[in-house]
């Protein structure tokens, strides 16, 4: 099974068997879009939740649009309907979003849920349900999706596991 690497700042795309892997998530938001019927799947390592100011901009958008939460969704649909995926067909999974730093919980300062907020915003403008999420705690994530089963794997530091 061939693994792809994504990272900060990257779209990866794999069909019919593999696995996206994004390491060190913390407060980033590894998202993955897929289309269950046609077996692609494709993975953002999102970094910040906006492009600029909140608005999007395009030198952001054109460069590394996988950084930010506001531009990495509508990229990470565009590349996999590009592999073959169908519009009608793609679900969403996603992890990470996390607090690293105890002293800016509850200030403008947590970037992960920031990140969290914005990608489902993005999601839910463009009419993409959520099938998995686990988002938010204090602690980093590897994150890995695999092709043909569709599942989501978490490992939290050294001891804890999910799936979804």
């Known amino acids: 099974m061939i693994e ?15 696995c996206l892997t994004a390491l060190g998530v ?7 879009l897929y289309d269950p019927g046609r077996l692609v799947a ?9 492009s600029g ?4 901009s395009a030198m952001a958008s054109s460069f590394l649009p996988a950084k ?23 679900l969403a999974k996603m992890a990470g979003g996390a ?18 907020e914005a990608v489902k915003k993005a999601l839910s403008e463009m009419g993409i349900p959520v099938t998995g999420a686990t988002l938010g ?7 890995r999706f695999y ?4 599942r989501m794997k978490i490992v939290c530091g050294f001891s804890r596991e999910a799936s979804i």
């Open 4 to 18: 792809e690497i994504v990272r900060t700042g990257e779209i990866k795309v794999i069909s019919r068997e593999g």
């Open 26 to 32: 913390g407060s980033c938001v590894a998202l993955v």
């Open 42 to 50: 494709g993975m953002a390592h999102i970094f910040l939740p906006f």
């Open 53 to 56: 100011n909140g608005h999007k």
């Open 68 to 90: 930010f939460a506001d531009t990495a969704v509508e990229a990470l649909h565009a590349a996999i309907l590009k592999c073959g995926a169908s519009t009608g067909g793609i």
């Open 99 to 116: 607090n690293l730093f105890d002293s800016f919980q509850g200030q403008a300062l947590d970037v992960g849920k920031l990140n969290g």
């Open 137 to 143: 705690g204090n602690f980093g994530r590897t994150v």
């Open 147 to 150: 092709l043909p089963s569709m």
